[in-house]
Antibody
């Protein structure tokens, strides 16, 4: 069974850094693009960042570009999100999500999600 | 304020049918495929529909999706109390070059 387990969240002061991890199991990790999606409690979903199966393409939301860095280690079947210069508005539950395999770039969906790790940015 | 517009809430009685709309534009729904997610209270989102109208393995056929022009619709028949959740639509936006989601619709089964 596919499993995605996030870790690394916590309480951090504004301007500091945090590194999130997502351990994957139950599927061939290096065949899939992986993403981070966040959600403020009680609010909607916001895509944060994504990385292609071969790490050749990295993408970021405007709100985090230049501050966050996504990476993956296929040997460890893990996805990471390095978050620098954190702001209070980055406070959210961060989900690791697997992009479903598609035959067209016009199709974009997430077929598996982790349970999330909470990031709180506050002084 | 989401690029995709969903009604904040819908409600219906058990065993009835409900539809949830998702309105976008030519750069997102109008030119790309739509997916739908169910988020039960306190849990992670779960894929319900992908490629506008396809159901992943294990999703009952009570759930259906459709798309017309720049709008998409999620349909749920035979409503159960266990269907009470937030539902989100999602797609790619070719102008913004990003994944976008609707603001979510809370379904109440009365």
């Amino acid at each position: 069974e596919v499993q995605l387990v996030e870790s690394g969240g916590g309480l951090v002061q504004p301007g500091r850094s945090l590194r999130l991890s997502c351990e994957a199991s139950g599927f061939t990790f290096d065949n899939y693009a992986m993403h981070w999606v966040r959600q403020v409690p009680g609010k909607g979903l916001e895509w944060v960042s994504g990385i292609s199966w071969d790490s050749g393409t990295l993408a970021y939301a405007d709100s985090v570009r230049g501050r966050f860095t996504i990476s993956r280690d296929d040997a460890k079947e893990s996805l990471y999100l390095q978050m620098n210069s954190l702001r209070p508005e980055d406070t959210a539950l961060y989900y690791c999500a697997r992009r479903g395999i598609t035959v067209t770039t016009r199709a974009f969906y997430f077929d598996w999600w982790g349970q999330g790790t909470q990031v709180t940015v506050s002084s | 304020q989401s690029v995709l517009t969903q009604p904040p809430s819908v409600s219906a009685a058990p065993r009835q049918k409900v539809t949830i709309s998702c309105s976008g534009s030519s750069s997102n729904i109008g030119s790309n495929y739509v997916s739908w997610y169910q988020q039960l209270p306190g849990t992670a989102p779960k894929l319900l529909i992908y490629d506008n109208d396809k159901r992943p393995s294990g999703i009952p056929d009570r759930f259906s999706g459709s798309k017309s022009g720049t709008s998409a619709t999620l349909g749920i028949t035979g409503l159960q109390t266990g269907d009470q959740a937030n539902y989100y639509c999602g797609t790619w936006d070719s102008s913004l070059n990003t994944v976008i989601f609707g603001g979510g619709t809370k379904l109440t089964v009365l």
